[in-house]
């Protein structure tokens, strides 16, 4: 049987890329690091790294021990957790969302928090890609995707739907094609997509986004409908991150004649049990969107 200690120090190798942030993230010497890999190569008599000065890259035996040893570990961690005490109130919980959802989440879950103050939840804002990496990695429990990921370590629930809304400067009550020509695009990084989206359904004229000039960009989803504010252009957002803006009241929230909605999609490793903390927060997420 293999040494899940050698596996381990594998795989986060493998995951780290590097022998010396390995050793200090497992607490070993660098040369116990290459120790571990030895005796994993003897025991399986096959090479699985080949070392080219301070890197390395992964054997094909390699690579299949990474892929299948991750699953390997993530299960005897889910089986440590099954006959130990797993209380609901108690313990970390990594979630990752975009950062619409996420203003309307973490507040929320903050809120769970000051209550059980023994829960500690870690809240990440990413793009899907990265989340979708990150719970394939089981490096977070849970993540909220607004695409259906293409891992196969990964299983999928539909989670709510999310309304795209056209937002204005406050002055803006009716968003005719010609004032938002006038006013140039506030662009995001799902910006064009969801304008795209929006357009195509509501605006006979609409061909494509560079028919607007673009007044402005920011990857920051608290001050994406600032410049908006100033009266410096228009942006399209889901609805909980237009409400989520400080200043509403200089803003002019647009729900159009043809409603779009973005699904959002609840993703968690398929190898990995659900832990009664996890449960509580999820528990808690679909009460809040219900």
């Not at 022998?19 to 096959?46: C, D, N, P, W």
């Not at 991750?70 to 889910?78: A, G, S």
Request: hydrophobic letters at 40%; a neutral charge.
């Amino acid at each position: 049987m293999i040494n899940p200690v050698w596996l381990k120090t594998f795989c986060t190798l493998v995951e780290i890329g590097h022998f010396t942030r390995t050793a200090e993230k497992l607490h070993m010497t660098q040369s116990g690091v290459s120790q571990h890999i030895q005796k994993l190569e003897e025991y399986l008599k096959q090479k699985l790294i080949i070392r080219e000065a301070k890197q390395f890259t992964l054997t094909p035996s390699g690579e299949q021990l990474f892929q299948r040893g991750q699953i390997v570990l993530v299960e005897l961690d889910n089986l440590a957790g099954q006959v130990i005490d797993d209380p609901p109130f108690e313990g970390e919980v990594n979630i990752m969302s975009p950062g619409s959802i996420g203003l309307q989440l973490y507040p929320h879950l903050l809120s769970l928090q000051q209550s059980h103050r023994k829960l500690m939840i870690n809240y990440r804002f990413a793009p899907n890609e990265d989340i979708e990496q990150a719970v394939s990695a089981a490096k977070a429990d849970i993540g909220i995707v607004t695409e259906v990921p293409k891992s196969t370590e990964v299983k999928t629930a539909v989670l709510t739907k999310e309304p795209l809304v056209l937002v204005t400067p406050r002055d803006i009550i009716e968003p005719s094609w010609d004032a938002l020509q006038n006013l140039g695009f506030i662009n995001h990084p799902d910006g064009f997509m969801h304008a795209q989206k929006l357009f195509k359904e509501n605006y006979p004229e609409f061909q494509y986004m560079q028919q607007f000039s673009q007044s402005g960009f920011s990857n920051q989803i608290g001050l994406i409908l600032e410049p908006v504010s100033r009266g410096l252009g228009f942006s399209v957002l889901p609805l909980n991150a237009a409400l989520a803006f400080t200043h509403t009241e200089k803003i002019h929230i647009h729900r159009l004649a043809n409603p779009v909605v973005q699904t959002l999609f609840l993703i968690e490793h398929k190898h990995k049990a659900r832990s009664n903390r996890l449960m509580t927060i999820l528990h808690s997420i679909n009460s809040m969107l219900t």
